[in-house]
Every structure is written in C-alpha cells, then in structure tokens.
C-alpha cells in the first residue's frame, strides 16, 4: 500500500451564478486547472501518465464531466474520467476516491477535485411521468423520498440553527468575520499562487465588507420569520478546483499533504447539515488524534448557522480562540458555493495555508462538508516535507 499525497493543488476564481463565468460551461471551468495541476508538477507527468481523472459535480449537462473536462484540457486520450455526485461534498469524495485508488495500488497520479456552473446547469425534465408526479420541467432531483420531507438546504440549515440555538446575530457575526477575512487574504496575495484565471476572471468577485447594521435588517430567506438570510448564507457560484495527488514513493521529495483518514457517513436525512459531525469523529477516531492537535480547519460554509451548529458540538470557537483554524481566509460565505466543487476548494485551501504558508511536517489539517440527503465527509491530511 502507498500512501497517498496531494502535491498540487489549484482552483478558479469562484464567481457569483449569472455574473462573470455565467457563459462557461462545465468542462471549460475545468479544463484549465486541470492543465495548470498538470503543469504544476512536472515533470513528473514526463515520466508518468496520469492515470485518471476524478471530479465531482451536482447539476451539470450529464454525461461523463471528468472525461469531456480532461479532453478538453488535451490530455491524451488514454487518461480515462470517472464523475463523481455526492452533492456539495462530491469535490472532496472524489479526492477521497482518488486516494482509494492510489492506496490500493491501481493509480500512482490521479487528477481529483470538482467542478459546477451553476450559471449553465441546465433544467430537467420528465419524458413520462413518474408515478404519483407529472411531466414537465425541475430544478434538482430530490435529495430523498417524499416520507423523509426531501428538504431544501436553506429550510434544513434554519431548522439546524433552531434546534442547535444558534441565534442569528451569532450567525450575522460569522458571515461578517468570513468576508472580513476573505479580503483581508485577497489584499496580502495568499489566494494569488492557487488561482487560475478563467475568462478573464482573476479573484473571486463575492468578498466584500458587510455592515452589520445592514445585515441585522436582512429577512428571513427561507422560512418566516426565521434567522437564515442571504447575508448569512452562501451564493450559488461557478467554479473549479483540482489536485495531484501521487503515492509517496512517487512524491520525490516535493512537499504535500498525505492522506491520514477519510471518512463520508448518513445522518438525519432532515438535518443534512449535521453531516460533518459524526464524519469529523470517524476521521479522528481512523487516526487515534483528538481535534485539538489539528493545525487547521476548512469546512464548507454554506451557512452560518449550519458551521456554527456543526462547529458548537465539535468544541470549536470559529468566532473566538479558534478564528485563526477554522476557515482562516474566510470560506464559502464569503467565496461562493460552487457545489460540486467546494468539497476540492476547501482541500485546496488548506494545501495553500499549511504547505505554501509552511507549516511544518507532521501538522494536520481537516477538511469537511455536509451534503444534501443527509450525510457528511471529512478528510484528515498531514503536512510532508
């Protein structure tokens, strides 16, 4: 068995759905950073082919999305692409499936990560109508069977913050602290080395300062009455993000993040947003390390309430002793929410904070989602030098 490494890691800018990327498609949004990863590690990809290309996407045109983003990108057609949906963790399940691989022996380079244009997801529609429906154009597929409620995210994230306590200033305050933190980071340059432009696009066009007055007045988004806004709550956004990830005895010295444990586990399919907390306790327990020994934190913060719920039961303090772990340059709040892709960004996100920013070796990072349909991924990776 080899342990598996990610030794690149890069991502679009994240655009807002209908703004800057609303005209390129899916595998355009990936092409490119596949070819940047690829570039990134050469040349080791002159003495090694890729074995496979692994992305994850929610709503995008059908098909085989890896294949048609790697052909794009002009890989020779000999690297396959498998595509991977776990709704908004299918970037960091793909990651995970891609370790698997390489931990098994099959692939020893495989590309991994995510991709959604929200802006260019096309509507659905039933040819016959399936039983007790009818014919006719939708948006998603459903995340469950009616019994279970089949809920929206937003309904869902407000009914976590009720049951969890989570009050809505607490919520306004953490959106504030993730767009603060986001220019802050734009400003000092540290997105600059992970960012491949894309149509003209170079920095995330979402970050921006939030008045708290203004926020405090925003209504309720989904539910009367309610806590959750669309100031505390992630925009539906157009991105990209890829990996390398390579076995040790092919990583030469190049310094990376190995693969500890991963974990993806059920939950109330009512409270998708819970997701991360057990998978977060699966992932530690795989690695006999307790929460306080990890150096950094990125979860995909698709709601304020939603982190804070999750963050509470796990004993961090994202608005206290613990902002400079969890989501350090802002998260999904602040960036966009490109979902098939921010379970990879979040992954991209700690390579740029702990292997860039030079965290020494044996320095853990932990990345998590929650996913519609009632379930959670995490990922526990170690700083190698």
């Known amino acids: 068995m080899s342990a598996p490494v990610v030794v690149a890691a890069r991502r679009t800018p994240i655009a807002t759905a209908g703004k800057a990327l609303r005209e390129v498609t ?15 590690v050469w040349p080791l990809t002159a003495m090694r082919a890729v074995d496979d290309v692994v992305l994850g996407n929610c709503l995008g045109p059908g098909g085989n999305v890896a294949r048609v983003a790697a052909l794009a990108a002009g890989f020779d057609s000999a690297v396959p692409g498998v595509t991977v949906d776990r709704q908004c963790g299918s970037g960091l399940a793909a990651i995970l499936q891609a370790g698997q691989a390489i931990r098994a022996g099959d692939a020893r380079l495989v590309l991994a990560g995510g991709v959604e244009s929200a802006s260019t997801a096309p509507q659905r529609s039933h040819r016959v109508a399936p039983a007790g429906g009818s014919t006719g154009a939708y948006d998603r597929a459903p995340f469950t069977p009616p019994e279970y409620g089949d809920p929206d995210m937003g309904v869902a994230a407000e009914e976590l913050a009720r049951r969890r306590g989570v009050i809505r200033g607490r919520q306004d305050a953490y959106a504030a602290a993730s767009h603060a933190k986001a220019l802050l980071a734009r400003e000092a340059g540290r997105f600059d080395a992970e960012l491949v432009p894309v ?25 009367p009455r309610g806590t959750v806004t669309a100031g505390n709550s992630c925009a539906n956004s157009d991105g990209a993000a890829v990996v390398a990830m390579v076995g040790e005895e092919l990583r030469a010295g190049r310094p990376g993040l190995r693969l500890v444990a ?115 991924v995490a990922a526990l990776f170690e700083v190698v030098r």
Not at 26 to 40: I, Q
Not at 302 to 308: D, I, M, S
Not at 319 to 343: F, I, K, M, N, T
């Open 199 to 223: 149509d003209g696009l170079e920095h995330d066009d979402r970050p921006r300062r939030l008045n708290p007055a203004v926020l405090a007045r925003m209504p309720a988004a989904f539910v």
């Open 26 to 40: 899916v595998e355009k949004l990936a092409a490119p950073v596949l070819s940047a990863v690829v570039d990134d």
């Open 262 to 376: 991963g974990a993806v586990v059920g939950c109330d399919p009512r409270l998708p947003g819970w997701g991360p907390v057990p998978a977060v306790h699966r992932v530690l327990a795989a690695a006999r390390v307790a929460l306080g020994d990890v150096g950094a934190v990125e979860i995909v913060e698709a709601f304020a309430g939603q982190v804070l719920a999750v963050t509470d039961a796990l004993g961090l303090d994202p608005l206290g002793r613990d902002a400079g772990v969890v989501c350090a340059d802002g998260g999904a709040l602040a960036l966009g929410h490109p979902w098939g892709a921010s379970g990879a960004v979040v992954v991209v996100r700690l390579f740029a904070r702990l292997v860039r920013g030079g965290a020494p070796a044996g320095t853990l990072g932990l990345a998590t989602a929650a996913i519609g349909g009632g379930m959670g």
